[in-house]
Nanobody, 122 residues
Framework: QVQLVESGGGLVQAGGSLRLSCAAS????????MGWFRQAPGKVREFVAA???????RYADSVKGRFTISRDNAKNTVYLQMNSLEPEDTAVYYC????????????????WGQGTQVTVSS
């Protein structure tokens, strides 16, 4: 069993930055791939970024060059640094674990956090 708790969301103006954190419980954190997804009102949950246990990363095209995913296995924490934020980035952001190295598909993730709200004003 893995429990995930996201933090770091908030309200920011367009062009600003936020860093999300996801703290995980469980001794096997370093064995999991980790991902960030987001869901805006009325839209399906979409992939944002993922990182393997060894640090290989994947990004959605919409965030490449603006967002950076990283992890600290000693702290059981994964981060999402979000720069140059746009109003279109407004959503609830979720972190999740996967037994795969990285995956774009929400169906490949087995444990999810409760989400943290990110709101970008224009």
């Amino acid at each position: 069993q893995v429990q995930l708790v996201e933090s770091g969301g908030g309200l920011v103006q367009a062009g600003g930055s936020l860093r999300l954190s996801c703290a995980a419980s469980g001794r096997t954190f370093s064995s999991y791939g980790m991902g960030w997804f987001r869901q805006a009102p009325g839209k399906v949950r979409e992939f944002v970024a993922a990182i393997s246990w060894s640090g290989t990363t994947r990004y959605a095209d919409s965030v490449k060059g603006r967002f950076t995913i990283s992890r600290d296995n000693a702290k059981n924490t994964v981060y999402l640094q979000m720069n140059s934020l746009e109003p279109e980035d407004t959503a609830v952001y979720y972190c999740a674990t996967t037994v795969y190295t990285t995956s774009y598909s929400a169906g490949d993730y087995n444990y999810w956090g409760q989400g943290t709200q990110v709101t970008v004003s224009s």
